[in-house]
């Protein structure tokens, strides 16, 4: 509970109209449905609707003030700003007294490779017998204590609400997958990041930012929100193989720890060896170097496992705990997970839904396949259009037969997507099952023993969104069932 003046202090210009010296807030909403008696409602002009609209109704569920950016006719203060979104975090913030201060907090972002490497660096934590708090793509957890999570960065209420839950739940560290729409969007205003992590990047979210460098920029933001506190021990930790390693290390004051595949970076890499089962590699760090023995598949795990390995060691995790989780390891649900079976087929189910991650996928099955590869792959509805001709290229070049079905299509037809995805293809070693279950079931039924079967883009989801109806679909179940038959 907080009292509205009090909360208004971090706000320094506003119009009121009224007095309000005795309101006291119970919560911060920004949508109506989630108004209780006592709430702040903040209305948020979205890419959809215009929360305005909804002012009155979040007053007829009791709210006790409105935050908005024009005069409204309803009977509690109205508090007037330039820019509900941009005080939104601030206010977020304020309500549950700054969490990200209590704990050291570790942001992870990058096209590719953030759920593996927060879930990685999660378990270097618990290992090392430390509580942790994580939220992404998979879900927000705290300890082992799960909630569902609509967004892989959550909007700022909810991000501090959960983080003012780690803090009474005293953990060592919160772990989180910071997305570039997030970042564009200021969700993660107010986060006091310890150390930032850049994966990689490469094209995705087109559908969102304008270009490649809107994207990028996007990505800078968080390296920028390190601050330029040197009496904070802050770290900036980046994939120096990746072309926009410039780009970010530019945008942070705070010292840069590089990680790659040469002796250059601080965390490298060498005399890896890609195996059937996992990869071996020498892992140099600034106080020693180990030998890792894997059961992560591919060079970008090994990129993945790098990434993690700065951010623990540089949390004070000792080298011995951070091996024993990168030889121990089984990884991500969903993320080049195999399906066991008995027909001698190797069957992954992997989240690969860009470009660069199916031919980063496609290229490390190619290293143990000695058979055929077929590639199961559709592209998601309402979501950057320019990336379907590319992974429907990358699917009948690297396998040697892909099926292209549906992903998620939302609004649009699953016929035009895939037509957007085959029309410029010279290839002709594929064919189109719309429908995802039957696609899977085609691939099963005419793979043989030491062929791979790659069903790629929805990994760990359990649902296929269809239109405005959302389905009940599980790849590894769907899989697993035919595996059966
Ligand atoms: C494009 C985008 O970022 N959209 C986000 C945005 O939605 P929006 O702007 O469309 O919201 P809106 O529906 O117009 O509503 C405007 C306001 O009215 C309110 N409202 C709305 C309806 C109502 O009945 N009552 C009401 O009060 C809403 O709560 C909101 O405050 O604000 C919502 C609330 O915070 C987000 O859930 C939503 O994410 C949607 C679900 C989404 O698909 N986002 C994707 C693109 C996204 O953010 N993805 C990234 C990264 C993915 C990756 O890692 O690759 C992510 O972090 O998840
Ligand atoms: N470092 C990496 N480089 C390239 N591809 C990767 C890397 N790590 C994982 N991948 C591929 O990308 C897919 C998604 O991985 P992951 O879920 O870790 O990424 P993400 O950045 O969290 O994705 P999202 O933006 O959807 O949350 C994996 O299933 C794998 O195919
Ligand atoms: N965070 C990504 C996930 C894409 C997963 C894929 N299955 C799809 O639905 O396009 C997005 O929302 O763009
Ligand atoms: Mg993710």
Same mark, same amino acid.
């Given at each position: 509970?907080?009292?509205?003046?009090?909360?208004?202090?971090?706000?320094?210009?506003?119009?009121?109209?009224?007095?309000?010296? #005795?309101?006291?807030?119970?919560?911060?909403?920004?949508?109506?449905?989630?108004?209780?008696?006592?709430?702040?409602?903040?209305?948020?002009?979205?890419?959809?609707?215009?929360?305005?609209?909804?002012?009155?109704?979040?007053?007829?569920? %009791?709210?006790?003030?409105?935050?908005?950016?024009?005069?409204?006719?309803?009977?509690?203060?109205?508090?007037?700003?330039? $820019?509900?979104?941009?005080?939104?975090?601030?206010?977020?913030?304020?309500?549950?007294?700054?969490?990200?201060?209590?704990?050291?907090?570790?942001?992870?972002? %990058?096209?590719? %490779?953030?759920?593996?490497?927060?879930?990685?660096?999660?378990?270097?934590?618990?290992?090392?017998?430390?509580?942790?708090?994580?939220?992404?793509?998979?879900?927000?957890?705290?300890?082992?204590?799960?909630?569902?999570?609509?967004?892989?960065?959550?909007?700022?209420?909810?991000?501090?609400?959960?983080?003012?839950?780690?803090?009474?739940?005293?953990?060592?560290?919160?772990?989180?997958?910071?997305?570039?729409?997030?970042?564009?969007?200021?969700?993660?205003?107010?986060?006091?990041?310890?150390?930032?992590?850049?994966?990689?990047?490469?094209?995705?979210?087109? $559908?969102?930012?304008?270009?490649?460098?809107?994207?990028?920029?996007?990505?800078?933001?968080?390296?920028?929100?390190?601050?330029?506190?040197?009496?904070?021990?802050?770290?900036?930790?980046?994939?120096?193989?990746?072309?926009?390693?410039?780009?970010?290390?530019?945008?942070?004051?705070?010292?840069?720890?590089?990680?790659?595949?040469?002796?250059?970076?601080?965390?490298?890499?060498?005399?890896?060896?890609?195996?059937?089962?996992?990869?071996?590699?020498?892992?140099?760090?600034?106080?020693?170097?180990?030998?890792?023995?894997?059961?992560?598949?591919?060079?970008?795990?090994?990129?993945?496992?790098?990434?993690?390995?700065?951010?623990?060691?540089?949390?004070?995790?000792?080298?011995?705990?951070?091996? #024993?989780?990168?030889?121990?390891?089984?990884?991500?649900?969903?993320?080049?997970?195999?399906?066991?079976?008995?027909?001698?087929?190797?069957?992954?189910?992997?989240?690969?839904?860009?470009?660069?991650?199916?031919?980063?996928?496609?290229?490390?099955?190619?290293?143990?396949?000695?058979?055929?590869?077929?590639?199961?792959?559709?592209?998601?509805?309402?979501?950057?259009?320019?990336?379907?001709?590319?992974?429907?290229?990358?699917?009948?070049?690297?396998?040697?037969?892909?099926?292209?079905?549906?992903?998620?299509?939302?609004?649009?037809?699953?016929?035009?997507?895939?037509?957007?995805?085959?029309?410029?293809?010279?290839?002709?070693?594929?064919?189109?099952?719309? #429908?995802?279950?039957?696609?899977?079931?085609?691939?099963?039924?005419?793979?043989?023993?030491?062929?791979?079967?790659?069903?790629?883009?929805? %990994?760990?989801?359990?649902?296929?969104?269809?239109?405005?109806?959302?389905?009940?679909?599980?790849?590894?179940?769907?899989?697993?069932?035919?595996?059966?038959?």
């Amino acid at each position: 509970m907080k009292n509205l003046k009090n909360l208004l202090k971090h706000i320094p210009s506003f119009q009121i109209n009224s007095l309000f010296d #005795d309101v006291t807030i119970n919560s911060i909403e920004i949508d109506h449905r989630e108004v209780k008696p006592g709430s702040l409602f903040i209305c948020i002009k979205g890419f959809t609707v215009d929360g305005h609209q909804y002012a009155q109704s979040a007053y007829e569920n %009791g709210a006790a003030a409105i935050l908005a950016e024009r005069e409204l006719d309803i009977e509690v203060p109205i508090i007037i700003v330039k $820019d509900t979104s941009h005080v939104l975090p601030i206010i977020a913030n304020a309500f549950f007294d700054s969490p990200t201060r209590k704990f050291p907090l570790i942001g992870v972002t %990058g096209t590719n %490779g953030k759920t593996s490497v927060t879930h990685l660096i999660e378990e270097m934590f618990k290992r090392n017998q430390q509580k942790t708090g994580l939220i992404g793509t998979i879900e927000m957890r705290i300890n082992d204590h799960v909630t569902p999570v609509k967004n892989t960065t959550p909007d700022a209420i909810f991000l501090q609400k959960s983080f003012k839950e780690m803090e009474k739940e005293k953990v060592d560290a919160a772990i989180m997958e910071v997305s570039s729409h997030a970042l564009d969007q200021g969700r993660v205003h107010g986060c006091d990041f310890d150390i930032a992590v850049f994966t990689n990047l490469s094209q995705d979210h087109l $559908d969102y930012h304008p270009s490649m460098d809107h994207y990028l920029f996007a990505k800078s933001l968080l390296f920028a929100q390190l601050g330029n506190d040197y009496k904070q021990r802050k770290f900036a930790i980046i994939n120096m193989d990746d072309s926009s390693s410039e780009f970010i290390t530019r945008a942070t004051a705070q010292p840069v720890i590089s990680y790659g595949l040469t002796d250059k970076a601080d965390f490298y890499a060498v005399n890896i060896e890609l195996k059937a089962d996992g990869v071996t590699f020498d892992l140099h760090t600034p106080a020693e170097t180990v030998k890792i023995n894997s059961k992560l598949m591919g060079l970008f795990s090994v990129y993945n496992m790098l990434a993690a390995a700065a951010a623990a060691y540089y949390s004070n995790i000792e080298i011995s705990v951070i091996k #024993d989780v990168l030889d121990n390891t089984t990884g991500v649900k969903g993320r080049f997970q195999p399906i066991a079976n008995n027909r001698g087929i190797g069957l992954i189910v992997d989240y690969a839904h860009t470009p660069d991650s199916l031919e980063n996928v496609l290229t490390t099955v190619k290293t143990f396949c000695k058979g055929q590869i077929f590639v199961v792959v559709g592209c998601g509805g309402d979501r950057d259009k320019s990336k379907r001709p590319q992974m429907a290229g990358i699917a009948c070049e690297y396998a040697d037969k892909a099926i292209f079905t549906s992903d998620n299509p939302r609004s649009e037809s699953p016929e035009a997507i895939i037509d957007d995805m085959i029309s410029p293809l010279e290839a002709d070693n594929y064919q189109v099952v719309i #429908d995802r279950k039957e696609a899977i079931q085609a691939a099963i039924d005419q793979a043989k023993r030491d062929d791979v079967i790659l069903i790629a883009g929805k %990994g760990h989801e359990t649902y296929q969104i269809i239109g405005e109806r959302v389905l009940e679909f599980d790849d590894v179940k769907v899989a697993k069932q035919f595996l059966e038959d």
